[in-house]
């Protein structure tokens, strides 16, 4: 006789106990004005999610007013960060940090404009120096090609994807960028790309090459209206679904051709090769700010450093000991 099996009913999460918090009022009005300047919805997400913790974190000592938030208190918390664990026993990294106590500090000085209290608590914070890290590794164009062509054309979602790797490579969008781009932003006839409100809020047009350009047409005639469906708002690029791609679904789509190559990362890693070769091909590097939008020529230079191929071009022609054969000495 068959047992019937035994079903284990789900829990509902427990409730938030810090969400009759007075500061969770602060922060849902701190978050209305953080879009209502013009910030990003990222942006605003960030601050939400971040002073979310703090307030938690605030809610287990006993703080509820805006006054309580003292520079003792914030480098107490920030004393947590640093010695918090996740599950697996690792810490949070410097940029999570940062991303945490950030927010916090934008916080703190909305406060003291709004009058909730006199002075800045974070004004004196001193914040951890984030270091300057290279991308783990930036492919060659070699790899590039053998990356992008992995797509094939087994469907119309791998000319999809083909078309979203060429255009990142060629125009060196962020992902975010890319999943945001319109259709009406794409002009196959001038062969440029319309940023709209990029990082920082920051218009940029850049070009887009012959190559990238034949398969978004080719995605445009065969695939695109096969994909259209009823929440298609004009973006260029559709899932499956016909939606439009949402936060790391993109990165998702794209990382398993990167890992069958053997390289870590997903959109990212065309953003930095894009700006690499052309480095590497002679570019200037004030060009290469613009194509990539960063508002500081120092973010820029980080693939000065990345860009082996002309240090290697000069350490053989200049290094001593890399004389021909016939002249090593031992």
């Not at 919805?41 to 703080?63: M, P, Q, S, Y």
Request: hydrophobic content about 40%.
């Amino acid at each position: 006789m068959l047992r019937a099996k035994r079903i284990t009913p789900i829990r509902a999460p427990l409730p938030d106990p810090s969400l009759a918090n007075p500061l969770h009022r602060l922060k849902d009005a701190f978050v209305q004005w953080t879009a209502a300047i013009g910030l990003s919805a990222e942006t605003a997400n960030i601050r939400r999610a971040a002073l979310g913790h703090f307030i938690r974190w605030c809610h287990g000592r006993a703080i509820g007013a805006p006054a309580a938030i003292t520079r003792e208190l914030l480098e107490a918390y920030q004393l947590y960060l640093v010695e918090y664990r996740k599950a697996n026993g690792e810490p949070l990294q410097l940029s999570t940090q940062a991303t945490r106590l950030n927010p916090v500090k934008a916080f703190c000085k909305w406060l003291v404009r709004n009058r909730f209290v006199e002075s800045d608590a974070s004004r004196e914070l001193i914040l951890a120096r984030l270091p300057k890290r290279l991308p783990r590794r930036v492919p060659t164009v070699a790899e590039v090609r053998r990356i992008v062509a992995s797509a094939g054309l087994q469907s119309p979602l791998t000319i999809r994807d083909r078309a979203i790797m060429e255009m990142l490579y060629s125009t060196g969008l962020r992902r975010m960028e890319l999943a945001t781009l319109k259709t009406v932003d794409v002009s196959l006839d001038a062969s440029t790309v319309l940023v709209r409100s990029g990082k920082g809020r920051r218009d940029r047009v850049v070009p887009l090459g012959p190559t990238a350009k034949r398969w978004v047409e080719r995605y445009l005639r065969n695939v695109r209206p096969r994909l259209e469906g009823g929440l298609d708002r004009g973006e260029l690029f559709l899932t499956e679904y016909g939606e439009p791609f949402r936060r790391n679904r993109l990165g998702d789509r794209i990382r398993p051709y990167l890992a069958r190559a053997g390289l870590p990362g997903a959109c990212h890693v065309f953003r930095h090769a894009c700006a690499t070769h052309m480095l590497e091909n002679g570019a200037d590097i004030r060009f290469i700010q613009a194509m990539l939008g960063h508002s500081q020529l120092s973010t820029t230079e980080i693939y000065t450093q990345v860009s082996i191929t002309k240090l290697k071009e000069i350490h053989a022609a200049t290094h001593p000991r890399n004389s021909s054969p016939k002249q090593l000495q031992i």
